[in-house]
């Protein structure tokens, strides 16, 4: 038996996620130089703490009842709606190494075509019958060697370990980044992969695919009793450990260790700079992370934590225990639920060891006797390694862009059958999948909306005769905590009551505002009036912070359920609101333009809005890579179809970037029967 602490290796061994386990030199993940951002996030994280509370759920019909859609929600979540195919594992066993105890087999199988699952399967070297089998799914240990992967399960192994020398069989799997063909978990960490987002794509969807199909896996083992199947793994193992046992009841026996904790601390707290993306589902649905714990019950559950873990804090951690308890007593199945503390920082700790273990044996063997032996490593990471050459036509690297399917753009003929339906069906799925976070979805919304007008000086702006226009600042909140204004620039001859025409421009800010004069025309030469308009987060509302500081407050957005360009959709809404409140002879602005990548923003924007008849500048791209960053949008409808939506009930002007793009509806303009009927803007927002 070789024994890691009395080798010599050059191995590198990293925990990506580990947390900091004291204050000296910790990171600061608060929000403290953005206080009205973090009064923003403190509301919505209230309102939702208030909407998932489980103890709101009165009795237990009331919860079966609920189940089977939270369940569903939570597959969606994960990009699994509709399920893959399961398609043939072609499952191999590229070699054995035998100890005293126990055999392991370096295993692969495919989870879908050339998504390759590299594990290790630990099994007594004598068995007399089908065995409790779990699942160890694996957190962020990396081992590398000369620039070779040799999998995170040769950083856990010792777990298999001591799952076969106390008999059982284990099977421990590599994870998507860390295995031993490696793939990306930091898409919006640190990769800047925000279209993610907009696909409904996060890799904790790949992780969650790979355990269903382990499960699969296993069952065709002879050597384990389907009906006794645990599932166990610390950290990004713990999360994992999460995502299979809430959505599959063949796992009869949950210990996820150090993998969850409450939505508070991942966006009040800042946990969420401590994790990739591989610990979130898409938050369509708006969830805390409660919800996902409760689908576990009635099974056999213990949540495993330190007690000084700064990614998986304490407070978090127990409200969790505190509002599952209230799911399991409405079982009548409190003994099925267990909480462990133990004293210590982010680290696999042998007192978490010990009563995962003691937990399991309980449940699948019914026995409460004392472990033992303990968790020791056998091997060198070369023993384990699965591949000697990584395989062609392998998709793991590349399975983000095939993994949740996009939207399709709809055939011709059905548009056109019936454009009042598609139109309004389109609408509906978007405030559903992708703007559930607008404020007008809480049942006490009100629409008033309240504003302060200042005059000030156009001179910044270099339009010809400066003397004869004017300025207006239009100051307003779009929602609570988020004050933002709008300039109308206009002839001193007019007012704001007069103006029948005007030029909206939703600008990013960063143009030197002396320049928008030259640039876009004196406003005699367009219509009565440019109004000028700067979503939050952008130019002089632009957040504090260094560009890791600017991801993670977007990053939290994604967490309450939405994100920053799906909630400038609604800024940009509200100020087509306000100009038309203030601007009383103005029914919509004649023309809407969005500068740069604003210009999506504006599309979506008109679409819930009654600008008919406004000329909208389709500065967009066939790109959905480069389309907003805002949730389930391209898994939900084409770049081409929303320019064909917006122009159903708009004049729509083409850059010649977005022609492609435009090409659809131009096509169904020269239809006669293309806007032969009245369609309205509004649909029920989802509540």
């Given amino acids: ?32 130089d953005n206080p009205e951002l973090a009064a923003y996030f403190e509301e919505q994280v209230r309102r939702l703490e208030k909407n998932n509370e489980l103890t709101q759920v009165k009795t237990l019909a009331e919860w079966q009842d609920a189940k089977p859609e939270l369940r569903e929600q939570l597959f969606d979540m994960l990009g699994l709606s509709p399920r893959p195919e399961k398609t043939p594992l072609q499952s191999e ?21 050339g998504l390759y699952v590299t594990g290790n399967f630990y099994r007594p070297r004598n068995i007399d019958g089908p065995l409790p089998t779990i699942l160890y799914v694996c957190g962020h240990g990396k081992v590398k060697k000369d620039d070779v992967s040799f999998g995170n399960k040769t950083h856990y192994h010792y777990h298999g370990a001591w799952f076969a020398r106390n008999g059982y069989a284990c099977l421990t799997i590599d994870t998507l980044q860390l295995g031993e063909i490696e793939g990306l978990h930091h898409g919006t960490y640190n990769l800047d992969r925000w279209w993610w987002n907009s696909r409904g794509y996060t890799p904790a969807g790949v992780e969650a695919w790979n355990c269903i199909r382990a499960l699969d896996y296993l069952e065709s083992r002879p050597e384990v009793d389907a009906k006794r199947i645990g599932v166990t793994g610390r950290s990004g193992g713990g999360a994992y450990s999460w995502w299979i046992a809430a959505l599959d009841d063949r796992i009869q026996c949950a210990v996820p260790v150090a993998g969850i904790t409450s939505l508070r601390n991942h966006v009040i707290t800042g946990c969420v700079e401590g994790h990739c993306d591989c610990m979130y589902m898409v938050n369509t649905f708006r969830w805390d992370f409660a919800k996902v714990a409760a689908l576990v019950a009635p099974r056999p559950l213990l949540i495993s934590n330190t007690d000084k873990d700064t990614i998986f804090p304490l407070e978090g951690v127990i409200d969790i225990h505190r509002q599952v308890r209230h799911i399991y007593e409405l079982y009548d199945a409190g003994e099925n639920l267990g909480l462990q503390i133990t004293e210590g920082p982010h680290e696999d700790t042998q007192e978490l060891h010990i009563h995962a273990f003691r937990w399991f044996n309980r449940f699948l063997k019914h026995d409460k006797s004392m472990i033992e032996k ?8 070369e023993q384990l390694k699965v591949f000697a050459q990584l395989p062609t036509g392998e998709i793991n690297t590349t399975i983000d862009e095939t993994f949740v399917p996009p939207a399709q753009l709809p055939p011709f003929e059905d548009v056109l059958t019936d454009q009042s339906a598609w139109h309004n069906s389109r609408l509906s799925r978007l405030r559903e999948r992708c703007f559930r976070a607008w404020p007008d979805s809480d049942p006490d919304w009100k629409p008033a909306i309240e504003t302060r007008l200042e005059s000030l000086s156009v001179e910044e702006f270099e339009l010809p005769q400066p003397e004869t226009w004017q300025r207006v600042r239009i100051h307003f909140e ?37 320049t928008l004069g030259s640039e876009f025309g004196s406003p005699s030469a367009q219509s009565d009036c440019i109004v000028i308009f700067t979503p939050r987060g952008m130019g002089p509302h632009e957040w504090l912070g260094d560009e890791a500081k600017q991801r993670q407050i977007r990053r939290r957005f994604q967490m309450i359920g939405t994100t920053a360009d799906a909630q400038r959709v609604w800024d940009i809404r509200r100020a087509i609101q306000v100009i038309r409140r203030t601007c009383t002879s103005l029914k919509s602005p004649a023309v809407i333009r969005g500068e740069q990548f604003l210009g999506g923003l504006v599309l979506l924007a008109t679409l819930f809005e009654s600008t008919s008849g406004s000329q909208v500048l389709a500065n967009v791209t066939a790109d959905p ?31 010649p970037e977005s022609r492609d793009v435009a090409a659809f509806a131009e096509k169904l303009a020269q239809d006669p029967r293309w806007r032969a009927v009245d369609v309205s803007p509004r649909v029920q927002p989802p509540r």
Avoid at 374 to 381: D, G, I, L, N, S
Avoid at 491 to 507: F, G, P, Q, R, Y
């Fill in 93 to 113: 066993t590229t070699g054995t190494t035998e100890e005293a105890e126990f055999v392991v087999e370096r295993v692969h199988f495919q989870s879908l075509p």
């Fill in 625 to 655: 890579k480069k389309w907003p960053d805002i949730l389930n949008l391209t898994r939900t409808i084409t770049p081409q179809e929303l320019v064909a939506l917006v122009a159903l009930r708009n004049e729509i002007s083409a850059t």
């Fill in 374 to 381: 303990t968790a020791v490593k056998f091997f060198e990471p």
């Fill in 478 to 514: 779009t929602e609570s905590h988020v004050p933002l204004y709008l300039d109308v620039v206009f002839s001193k001859e007019k007012t704001l009551e007069s103006l029948e025409d005007a030029t909206m421009i939703v600008t990013n800010g960063k143009a030197p505002a002396k």
């Fill in 1 to 32: 038996m070789k024994r890691a602490g009395h080798c010599v290796t050059t191995l590198i061994l990293v925990s990506v996620l580990s947390g900091v386990s004291s204050s000296v030199g910790a990171p600061d993940r608060s929000l403290r």
